[in-house]
């Protein structure tokens, strides 16, 4: 797990992606990785989420791609059958991350309360997603928890943008946030790649100016 954080520190900002259409794979992962953010959460909430990620991962093995929105344990099966080099869960579903864990598959579980995190330290992890962050406090809610989970990180999810980026980064608490605003739907939809290759770079350069 520590090689994985270490990624995911560097890159320090995962984008989230949903993606509706396989043909649609490729050209946001050559996004991504030409704006400088080489890694994608492909989310399993449609149903192509399995093809797509089978499609990074085969044909761009310079994308870090992993497996976001995992539910069940299934869903973390075919995911990394399919390729996914991580898993990502909106909650903590022990059989998930017990799964994960058993079989060396690096994980990041979702937790926004003392006792989850308690929970996920207790099994080892030493990040967790922060999510919803916005509904749950945000920044200031990470802070709070990292007083007394000393040394534990966070990666916040939702809510996150150009606006707050800068402020969650700056955080030691913060190993890296998670976004969907330079990948949205939309965007992806309409074949704006232009406009998603633009937002990708900008996040890509305020990561470098705030760490280096």
């Known amino acids: 797990m520590d090689a994985f954080y270490k990624d995911v520190e560097r890159v320090g900002v995962v984008p989230v992606v949903v993606l509706d259409r396989v043909e649609d794979a490729l050209p946001v992962a050559d996004v991504l990785v030409r704006g400088g953010l080489p890694s ?33 344990l299934d869903q973390a099966r075919r995911a990394v059958d399919a390729g996914a080099r991580y898993i990502v869960t909106p909650g903590y579903n022990m059989e998930v991350v017990d799964w994960c864990l058993a079989n060396e598959v690096p994980v990041l ?15 080892g ?18 802070k709070a928890l990292a007083s007394v989970f000393v040394g534990h990180r966070f990666m916040p999810t939702g809510g996150v943008s150009t606006a707050n980026l800068r402020e969650y ?4 608490a913060v190993l890296a946030c998670g976004g969907t605003w330079m990948v949205k739907p939309d965007l992806i939809r309409s074949g704006d790649f232009d406009r998603m290759y633009q937002l990708t770079r900008e996040a890509a350069l305020l990561v470098r100016e705030v760490r280096g």
């Open 125 to 142: 992890l030493a990040v967790t997603k922060f999510f919803p962050a916005a509904q749950y406090g945000g920044l200031a809610t990470i």
């Open 109 to 123: 579980p979702a937790g926004v309360t003392p006792t989850e995190v308690t929970a996920l330290v207790n099994k």
């Open 169 to 172: 980064l700056e955080c030691p």
């Open 40 to 72: 994608a959460e492909v989310t399993f909430r449609t149903a192509c989420a399995a093809d797509a990620i089978r499609e990074m991962s085969e044909k761009r093995p310079n994308l870090m791609v992993g497996a976001g929105t995992v539910l069940t």
